[in-house]
T-cell receptor
Framework: DAKTTQPTSMDCAEGRAANLPCNHS???????VYWYRQIHSQGPQYIIH???NNETNEMASLIITEDRKSSTLILPHATLRDTAVYYCIVRVANTDKLIFGTGTRLQVFP | NAGVTQTPKFRILKIGQSMTLQCTQD?????MYWYRQDPGMGLKLIYYSVGAGITDKGEVPNGYNVSRSTTEDFPLRLELAAPSQTSVYFC????????????FGQGTRLTVV
């Protein structure tokens, strides 16, 4: 699976958009980009995933660059409850493993 | 649906003791995973299973064993506990390989002293 690079930490003001970047320059054509988050010490929670098109759901938007070498997770109106570690994962569609990196610690402040 | 249920939530083991961490899911998912998370670190995959009777190693399998006799259950066995196995253990499940989300349990906090 392709390796991902994320900033160690980020801050965001409550009510503003949080934009979390992820580099995956070695991604191959059949690898999906997944985002999960882990709030405090709870089990990780799925957010969104995509292949090449931008995706949006009730939690977030995922913007994937045209060359697919990077992506951005957007939380449109961050709240204090969005404070968490956010993991960007790339995964080949026909493999069985789900491998996590070290993630970005997002702190939302009032 | 209860989702993914892990027991126990907390456990203290002495060095050399054995224990089994239980994981069960009621979503009829084929894929199940065990992860460990050391303090301040990311998740590391220990073992995973793609269906009853089929298991495979992840990133850090040494010191652990698994079995998958039913679709619902995926227990993780520690045979000779060591301080290095002090960690939070998470079980997860998903319906298939990569097109759907994985659901995680709330974790088992294990301390080996």
């Amino acid at each position: 699976d392709a390796k991902t690079t994320q900033p160690t930490s980020m801050d965001c003001a409550e009510g503003r958009a949080a934009n979390l970047p992820c580099n995956h320059s070695t991604i191959s054509g059949n690898e999906y980009v997944y985002w999960y988050r882990q709030i405090h010490s709870q089990g990780p929670q799925y957010i969104i995933h995509g292949l090449k098109n931008n995706e949006t759901n009730e939690m977030a938007s995922l913007i994937i660059t045209e060359d697919r070498k990077s992506s951005t997770l957007i939380l449109p109106h961050a709240t204090l409850r969005d404070t968490a570690v956010y993991y960007c994962i790339v995964r080949v569609a026909n493999t069985d493993k789900l491998i996590f990196g070290t993630g970005t610690r997002l702190q939302v402040f009032p | 649906n209860a989702g993914v249920t892990q027991t126990p939530k907390f456990r203290i083991l002495k060095i050399g003791q054995s224990m089994t961490l239980q994981c069960t899911q009621d979503m009829n998912h084929n894929y199940m995973y065990w992860y460990r998370q050391d303090p301040g670190m990311g998740l590391k995959l220990i073992y995973y299973s793609v269906g009853a009777g089929i298991t495979d190693k992840g990133e850090v399998p040494n010191g652990y064993n698994v079995s998958r006799s039913t679709t619902e259950d995926f227990p993780l066995r520690l045979e000779l506990a060591a301080p290095s196995q002090t960690s939070v253990y998470f079980c997860a499940s998903s319906y298939d390989r990569g097109y759907t989300e994985a659901f995680f349990g709330q974790g088992t906090r294990l301390t080996v002293v």
